[in-house]
DNA sequence: TTGAAAGCGCTACCAG
DNA sequence: CTGGTAGCGCTTTCAA
């Protein structure tokens, strides 16, 4: 094996070896191999383009890659940014993430890490400690409850954080990409009520995040401006006793000649059309249903389910944009509120009235 | 502020702060904050365990946090491991990834990465660069179609590297735990022959990926053993025209009189299930059907589906246990092969005879 | 059981 | 445009 396959098999080809090889000093090989490519294709570099290319060229027959932990180690920084969602494996968090990342790669550079807080404050303790010795440049991370100081540790260390998707209230000196939840609130109350109905109850998270409270005050004043306020009501679960909460309220709320239901998280939809399956209760004539965010399960439902969505794309690209701004500029984090999308479905169309 | 305090706030507390404000070497601070501890509670290094306690105390109080960055480029390792499934907001990866999260810092003390390729062999490989760059001690992949190189070059760096749900043939060094793919197919056909079924037919994806040609395999094997294979028929897709070759697949078998499906991965149970919905089919009478792993959509559906599971705990463990002794033993990697194991369900009772 | 000192590969500063 | 060099924080000999 030759010299250079082997230092390509070991992958210690280091900036030494490249300059040696060029014939330049490490400094050239390190200004060419961070520089980024302008718009007109020159090299953003005070380097000869023709010693630049010897160097590129060199550098790709030996097959060098940069060893970040050094490049960290001297910069203080690491080109890297952590989006930190509370459950990886719903749609939502899915697709938001593939824009972070691709956003993240193409505008900034950055690579993206993910790591999934399954809505459990102490595991994104754990989490942002290890971002933390990671010398990690920026966060996108979405609250769970209790992670308020976890989130405050974070920013105390200097390192820029951008809330997504929840809000905490009092929390100063980050970035904020939401949703108008107030709106999505307001819109799905209105719409049950523009149906013809009256009945109109909701299931939330007693969470104490604030998205949660913004769609049940925006539920709250669209009854409120119908003059429903009697018939309003919100009951309220947890994660963790949700699959044993629901089926009891809706089957009581059936009894009770209740209409429709406002849904405002994905898992609540799921648990709740999951009920209603094995109960044999109809959307919409036995219940209407208003849920929230994306999945397979609205498609596949017997009868297609109205929905309120985010707009995804929009809230990955706005929520770097924000971090990056933070990272590179050193500006305080700005917040965006981004509007709700209907997407009408059969469980709001043509109810009869009981 | 007190320097104290500064230094915890700018997170810039090192090794040498703590080693002066206990009065000890920086070496005995190292050796002190990467001990293991013993089963009996001791520290397993050559410290006396008071100066152990004290140089505890003195890092916990000053926030101390490993520059894991400096420990990389030193050390040559990153106590990192990376994990990168096809798809990550699949519940089958969501769930494996979790258990080996939980068990790589458990028993390992390792921290662990995502990515996801989304089936894309290019970006494999430009995670696999990212990999490669950041000293990952090792890495646990799902191959996709094509990827062959991009996990060869993996091996060629030394990395070692671990093979999880889908194999790829003449691949050498690597470990791999993999699902006995040939048994869920020859069950899957089994169960369905046991019902008195005849036309019994499967889609599969051609992808080159032996995951694939194995359930096809024991799928055709049982049909074989029945004397059925004059009936046997596997319809090919591909990831990107599924949704457009599945609904003609379908509608033709519908004609054709076909009795059952085998399915042999989840998107596929998921993209015909849709299709039935729409037309109007339903199981087990006008298809029965046997699925493959675990989603919301199983449940949901109108009739509950009969499906094969990989043991997700036990794949990701293994996957763990396999790489750990590649890391730290430098063994070879060994190969692994879980059981199949069926759940029941309504797609394949009391079927009609047509 | 303890400590001194040599770098890991890179970036950033300064000088030419 | 180019190059010399200090040192980021840590692990790891080696010696005491």
């Given amino acids: 094996m030759s010299r250079e396959e082997y230092l390509m098999k070991k992958n210690k080809v280091t900036i030494r070896n490249v300059a040696e090889e060029a014939g330049v000093s490490v400094t050239l090989v390190s200004f060419v191999m961070n520089a980024k490519q302008r718009p007109d294709g020159s090299l953003d570099c005070p380097v000869n383009p023709k010693t630049a290319a010897r160097v590129k060229e060199v550098a790709a027959r030996l097959g060098y890659r940069k060893n970040v932990a050094a490049a960290s180690l001297r910069s203080g920084r690491s080109n890297t940014i952590a989006v930190i969602p509370t459950d990886i494996s719903n749609k939502f968090f899915a697709g938001i993430s593939r824009c972070i990342e691709d956003k993240a790669q193409k505008d900034y550079n950055y690579t993206t890490l993910f790591a999934s807080s399954d809505e459990d404050a102490k595991k994104l303790g754990d989490i942002l400690d290890t971002v933390n010795a990671h010398n990690i440049d920026g966060v996108i991370v979405a609250p769970c409850e209790g992670s308020k100081e976890a989130i405050q540790k974070l920013i105390d260390y200097r390192i820029p954080t951008v809330l997504i998707d929840r809000n905490i209230e009092g929390i100063e000196g980050v970035g904020k990409v939401l ?28 969470l104490g995040i604030s998205s949660f409270t913004e769609r049940e005050t925006g539920y709250s004043k669209a009854m409120e401006e119908a003059g429903l306020t009697g018939l309003a009501k919100i009951h309220n679960t947890t994660y963790a006793t949700a699959a044993t909460d629901i089926p009891q309220i809706i089957t009581d709320a059936v009894k009770r000649g209740v209409e429709a239901f406002f849904l405002p998280t994905y898992s609540l939809s799921a648990q709740v059309m999951k009920t209603m399956k094995d109960n044999g209760y109809k959307t ?10 994306v999945s397979d399960i609205y498609e596949l439902y017997e009868t297609s389910v109205t929905h309120l969505i985010q707009p995804l794309k929009e809230l990955g690209e706005k929520a770097v944009e924000v971090l990056g701004k933070m990272i590179e500029k050193n500006e305080p984090g700005e917040t965006v509120i981004l509007k709700p999308e209907m997407i009408l479905g059969g469980s709001t169309e043509n109810i009869k009235k009981k």
Avoid: N, R, T
């Fill in 179 to 206: 949703l108008d939840d107030f709106q999505a609130g307001y819109d799905a109350a209105q719409l049950l009520i523009s149906k013809g109905l009256k009945k109109i109850e909701m299931i939330s998270y007693s």
């Fill in 284 to 293: 919409p004539d036995d219940l209407a249903l208003v849920c929230f965010d």
